[in-house]
Structures are given as C-alpha cells and as structure tokens.
C-alpha cells in the first residue's frame, strides 16, 4: 500500500500523524539500541572489576598469612573465615 492510496482512504491528517509515529518508533528503537549496547559493555566492566577486587582480597589475604607466619604472629582468624569458601576469581 503506497502512501497516496492510504491518503485517500484514510485523510492526510490521519496518515500523517501514522507517518510521524512512524518515525518516531524508528528514532526511538535507534536509541535504544545505542543504550542497550552501552549498558552491555558496562556490564562487562563490572563484571571484570568484580573479579579483581576479588582477587586482590585474595592475593592481600595471602600476603597477610605469610608475614603473620614470618613474624611469629597470629593470623587474623576472623578475616581468614570470612574469605575461606570464596571462590578465586583469578584465570590462572
């Protein structure tokens, strides 16, 4: 159905006001699509600074047992639990 036939049947207010929405849904699904790609690639840099923090708990945890064992001191048990069962988020 061209545009003209749909003027005829409908009126030129009508069909331009389809028109309108129209391009007004195309605008709107390509800005959305910018978004929702923007949104994803910051996901995935969460994601990946997620995994860091988490290795460096790690990594600092380890580093904190192996200078209380050096220096003849006690461990912080309480931290030590509070890590133990978390995965090493590390690729390795």
Do not use: C, Y
Not at 50 to 65: G, Y
């Amino acid at each position: 159905m061209d545009f003209l036939s749909l003027v005829t049947d409908v009126g030129f207010p009508i069909a331009s006001a389809l028109a309108g929405g129209f391009f007004v849904f195309l605008t709107l699904k390509f800005i959305l699509a910018g978004v929702l790609d923007n949104i994803k690639t910051q996901r995935m840099f969460a994601i990946s600074l997620d995994n860091r923090v988490k290795t460096m708990n790690n990594e600092l945890i380890r580093i904190d047992i192996l200078m209380s064992q050096a220096f003849d001191i006690r461990p912080d048990l309480d931290r030590i639990a509070r890590a133990d069962g978390q995965k090493d988020s590390r690729k390795d």
